[in-house]
């Protein structure tokens, strides 16, 4: 039972401010539609509304069409393909330097190349069963970011069969992303949800936007021009019984988790998306080496 739930969310301008008598405007612009995989919303007041709807969902698509996994055409799936990408576009070389980053500074807890294994994970879930131990010591063998090489021109595995996923960093990336349009075009007060949240400016009472963290009634945080990221292992199952979490420890080749859930404050809602999924597998002694200026939340298992 692999699903996940979210709803991408953008407020943007004075749309999230209410409106009293005294301030009669018109009704902000709405969008409803797909994106990133998920139910989508934006919300703006502006009188480039329109404008701004149509590049921040352009933006999306666009990215979208780099990232994705499910996308046949797009330039991780080539590459996953091929074994090779020439010329990738900027943001994946700039996503790829992100990754190795947070693979040196997380002891090598994020390592996107463990597709293979949910792959294997994923198959063996259809079937009630899990994965033998032959397979997956030949499926770990197909893992590895020292594999990985990568330029502005190219994009190559160095052994075959392997295949990445950036579903743990490319959410809070879009979420970045979508905010600097918004920030370009002069509009302070944002709160972008897509899982992973950049927060912008000020909410509709002039305060910080108030967060709460994982699960309704958990910790309510206050955030402004910041970002925040939760990961929790068993948010997403292979199994129908929840107990074999999404989180693949590229060390071991099998679901871990040492948290129920993880929250951390980012400057980039790409930074935190990925440290949040790595230190779901990191001891706590781990978590303060690694997380430099970031605020790290921990929920016990």
Known sequence: ????????TI???AAAMPVTAARAAPQPAQWKGIALGAQARIIVDHPD????????????RRLENIFSLYRRDSELSRLNRTGVLE??????AELLSLCAALHI????????TIQPLWAVWAEASVKGASPDKDLLARTRARTGWRHVRFSAERVAFSRPAMALTLNGIAQGYIADRVAAIFRESGIKDVLIDAGEIAALGHGPDGR???????RPGGRKIALS??????????????DDDGTLGHIIDPRTGRPGGRWAGVSVV???AAVADGLSTAFCLMEKSEIEAAKGSARVYLRPA
């Open 208 to 214: 910080d936007w108030q967060i709460t963290l994982g």
């Open 225 to 238: 021009n910041l970002a925040v990221a939760t990961s929790a292992p068993l948010g997403t199952t292979f």
């Open 1 to 8: 039972m692999i699903t996940r739930r979210r709803l991408l």
């Open 11 to 13: 407020l943007a301008g």
């Open 105 to 112: 500074r997380t002891g090598g807890a994020f390592d996107p």
């Open 266 to 268: 980012e400057r980039s």
């Open 87 to 92: 010329e990738p576009s900027f943001e994946m």
């Open 49 to 60: 509304a329109p404008a701004l709807i149509a590049r921040a969902t352009a933006e999306i």
